[in-house]
């Protein structure tokens, strides 16, 4: 290979790690960016949620890692101290039909189901789930795309720092 054929192969594929690395990459806080609806179509804001340390979960019904982070985020919650210490909201801008299916496989009371009134494309989410860990100011603490192990004593840890806070 001649050194023109390897600068050439180098920058392509330097270039794409800088797309791969944007395009996983989780947009800024998107959740004040859109109106919220519940499932009897009243409005809420997180603004709603002040003063709570929330996990916010942006998903698609289909989505398979949205399914299986859902167990994860339920014993999160359990083991951060209950409902009381830590809110999980889960937004879709699907119909309600496809968001009570994913409601059904939570079994999970303590959950909030939210409708997007703008498309989650819109508001910068392209990645399945795109989980945020919100502070009590509604600042995101820790941002992951695609779904992880969100049950961890790291988290557990930060979850139990930022409710001290005041």
């Known amino acids: ?26 947009p800024e806080n998107p959740v004040f960016k859109t109106q919220l609806l519940t499932e009897k ?31 994860e985020i339920t014993a999160l919650q359990k083991v951060a101290g209950g409902s009381d210490f830590l809110k999980i909201i889960l937004i879709s801008d699907e119909s309600w039909d496809k968001i009570n299916i994913v409601k059904n496989i939570a079994n999970n009371p303590d959950i909030l189901f939210l409708q997007s009134q703008e498309s989650l494309k819109s508001i910068g989410i392209r990645r399945f789930p795109t989980t945020y860990l919100l502070d009590k100011d509604g600042k995101a603490m820790k941002a992951e795309t695609e779904g992880i192990y969100w049950n961890t004593s790291e988290n557990i840890q930060l979850i139990n ?6």
């Open 1 to 26: 290979m001649n050194k023109k054929m390897f600068v050439f192969y180098f920058i392509l594929f330097c270039l794409l790690l800088i797309v791969i690395f944007w395009y996983k990459r989780p």
């Open 41 to 71: 179509q009243e409005n809420i804001t997180l603004k709603d949620l002040k003063d709570n340390v929330v996990l916010v979960s942006y998903f698609q019904s289909w989505c398979g890692d949205c399914r299986r982070e859902l167990p």
């Open 161 to 166: 720092q930022l409710n001290q806070q005041e």
